[in-house]
């Protein structure tokens, strides 16, 4: 029932930004804790970042950490992730998904992969050097 969709991806310059969304529909009215993953070709999906429900607790890998920025809009059931500062090392496909723990607790959000039950499809990020 809960349907997660990207958008924003695309071609940039090394130095570039970027902004990511995604739009959630199906699920519960109280929302779920989101999340980024990436996956570049030949290597393993890794987290990026996350946000809880009630948007006050946020994660981020040490690689993106002071670069990127994920923020929500829960009346329009939509996460975002700004990316500055980006690099070809960022180059990969995109994913968000969903964690319905979220729904329990408006703090709580994870950096584990297996925490979240609803992906997206993925949205291709790619920066030129």
Known sequence: Q???VESGGGLVQAGGSLRLSCARSGGTESGYAMGWFRQAPGKEREFVAAISRNGG????????????????????????????SLQPEDTAAYYCAADRRGAYSGSYRSQSMSSYEYWGQGTQVTVSP
């Open 57 to 84: 607790g946020t994660a981020y890998a040490d690689s993106v950490k002071g670069r990127f920025t994920i923020s929500r809009d829960n009346a329009k059931n939509t996460v975002y992730l700004q990316m500055n």
């Open 2 to 4: 809960v349907q997660l």
